[in-house]
């Protein structure tokens, strides 16, 4: 079971706006930063945002992220079916067990 | 352009050493700004994060308490890569393995990964 809360799937047409949340907790993304990972089938994931709302250089401002206390939420506006995919949150976590924790993953489908 | 290029065997037997090699080009396993990753994806655990090892004078590794006992995270400095091995392999342990780079420039943030390596313990 991840640590880190995500729907397991969410779904739009071409154009629409989705929204992906992640909750988590004080430890993790209470006191850290969020970052958001997309996972085409059979790819390695791939680093979204990161720092809660900032885009790696070749990611389309079509995607942007926001955090709020214990919550974060991925946005993919002006939906495109190679937005297909899976999409992580994931975030630096304070416990001294492990160190970085990610959500379950959600399944995103453009129907 | 960073790249991460995985190698090590596919299937393992049980009680036996998994053994992983990620090599990097366009950065340097002995940079003061870079951690080096080990991260594990199964459909039953998600997404794990297993451990890391980095440079900042001295060298330094940290593990994920639940393979503690049986992990090591090595750098090979003449090679420019690193090592994965997990000792004592399960069933549990299948899984598909990536290295993944933590740059300063992103902190926290897994900016460049490596292709992944599937592994199947058998018993």
């Known amino acids: 079971q991840s640590v880190l809360t995500q729907p397991r799937s969410a779904s739009g047409t071409p154009g629409q706006r989705v929204t992906i949340s992640c909750s988590g907790s004080?430890?993790?993304?209470?006191?850290?930063?969020v970052h958001w990972y997309q996972q085409l089938p059979g790819t390695a994931p791939k680093l979204l945002i990161y720092?809660?709302?900032q885009r790696p250089s070749g990611v389309p401002d079509r995607f942007s992220g926001s955090k709020s206390g214990t919550s974060a939420s991925l946005a993919i506006s002006g939906l495109q079916s190679e937005d297909e995919a899976d999409y992580y949150c994931?975030?630096?976590?304070?416990?001294?067990?492990?160190?970085?924790?990610f959500g379950g993953g959600t399944k995103l489908t453009v129907l | 352009q960073v790249q991460l290029q995985q190698s090590g065997p596919g299937l393992v037997k049980a009680s036996q050493t998994l053994s992983l090699t990620c090599a990097i080009s366009?950065?340097?396993?002995?940079?003061?700004?870079?951690?080096w990753n080990w991260i594990r994806q199964s459909p039953s655990r998600g997404l794990q994060w297993l451990g890391r090892?980095?440079?900042?004078?001295?060298?330094?590794?940290d593990y994920a308490v639940s393979v503690k006992s049986r992990i090591s995270i090595n750098p090979d400095t003449s090679k420019n890569q690193v090592s994965l091995q997990l000792n004592s392999v399960t069933p549990q342990d299948t899984a598909v393995y990536y290295c993944?780079?933590?740059?300063?420039?992103?902190?926290?943030?897994?900016?460049?990964w490596g292709q992944g390596t599937m592994v199947i313990v058998s018993s």
């Open positions: 993944a780079r933590v740059s300063d420039t992103k902190p926290d943030a897994f900016d460049v």
């Open positions: 720092s809660n709302s």
């Open positions: 366009g950065d340097s396993v002995s940079s003061n700004s870079a951690a």
């Open positions: 090892t980095y440079y900042k004078s001295n060298w330094y590794n």
């Open positions: 004080t430890s993790d993304i209470g006191s850290n930063s």
């Open positions: 994931a975030a630096w976590d304070d416990s001294l067990n492990v160190h970085w924790v």
